[in-house]
């Protein structure tokens, strides 16, 4: 699926927090990142986790199926984002048969919106 045009979610995005985790976790192998493309994929990375993820889009929030790696285990799920009104983005981010959590990430300095 390609973004609408008006997709206010797609660019780098920055987790900066986390209410299962401390900062850190989320920064253990490298900065916690949040990834939104136009070509319907994106990718996550906290913790020890690594993943890509197909996601359907609107203008403010996106629901993504995901799978990946954590600490070499093959891991998979679901989720969304959506755009607060301070800009923030919330990530409910829930793992098949096992954690649920919510992220909250900042637009990273270096990314756009569309």
Do not use: K
Not at 36 to 46: D, L
Not at 79 to 85: H, I, V
């Amino acid at each position: 699926m390609t973004a609408p045009i008006d997709c206010q979610i797609i660019g780098r995005w920055r987790i900066v927090g986390a209410d299962l985790w401390e900062r850190d976790y989320l920064d253990l192998v490298g900065p916690a990142t949040f990834i939104v493309a136009t070509n319907g994929r994106g990718e996550i990375t906290f913790g020890a986790l690594q993943a890509g993820f197909d996601i359907g889009y609107s203008r403010t929030i996106i629901h993504f199926t995901w799978r990946g790696f954590d600490e070499m285990d093959e891991v998979a799920g679901t989720g969304s984002a959506e755009l607060l009104d301070d800009g923030a983005l919330e990530i409910e981010f829930i793992f098949d048969q096992g954690d649920e959590a919510i992220l909250t990430a900042v637009r990273d300095s270096f990314s756009a919106a569309c």
